[in-house]
């Protein structure tokens, strides 16, 4: 994904201690580094989120159509001034990667979709854990 191109999609937070989410309603969130540690108490495939301006950590995110004026670019300006960037990734290609799981695993879910990170395995064979983003449904 070209660093200036114009996002369409991005995941935000709606706070709900019942649900694990801790940042603040809007707040812009992306997938926490995989070897980030987690302030609060997940199952162990579960991964969560970070958001941008507050630094909490969500366990969820929903969906939502991004402002005009936000690209990759824009978004990892927002992210280096940052207090708890490092939970995104120990330097910027490594955060830069993290925003691209974020943004390519929600280009084609709807506006107000929850979604959920965590860890899959690729295959049987092969136990090699990967990070993903996807939708979530709840009970």
């Known amino acids: 994904m070209p660093i200036t191109e114009k996002i369409e999609k991005i995941i935000v937070a709606k706070y709900d201690e019942d649900k694990k989410c801790f940042a603040p309603d809007g707040d812009l969130l992306f997938a926490a580094f995989p070897k980030s540690k987690s302030k609060i108490k997940l ?33 990892l300006n927002e992210i280096i001034s940052m207090p708890s ?26 506006v107000g979709t929850p979604v959920v990170c965590d860890f899959k395995k690729k295959s049987f064979n092969d136990k090699t854990e990967v990070q993903t983003v996807h939708r979530v449904v709840f009970f």
Do not use: C
Request: aromatic share 10%.
């Open 85 to 110: 960037k490092v939970l995104l990734g120990n330097n910027i290609d490594e955060i830069k990667n993290q925003v691209e799981l974020t943004l390519n695993s929600i280009m084609k879910l709807e």
């Open 43 to 75: 199952r162990k495939s579960d991964h969560f989120f970070i958001g941008i301006k507050s630094g909490k950590h969500s366990l969820y995110g929903w969906v939502q159509n991004a402002p005009e004026n936000y690209t990759i670019e824009y978004i």
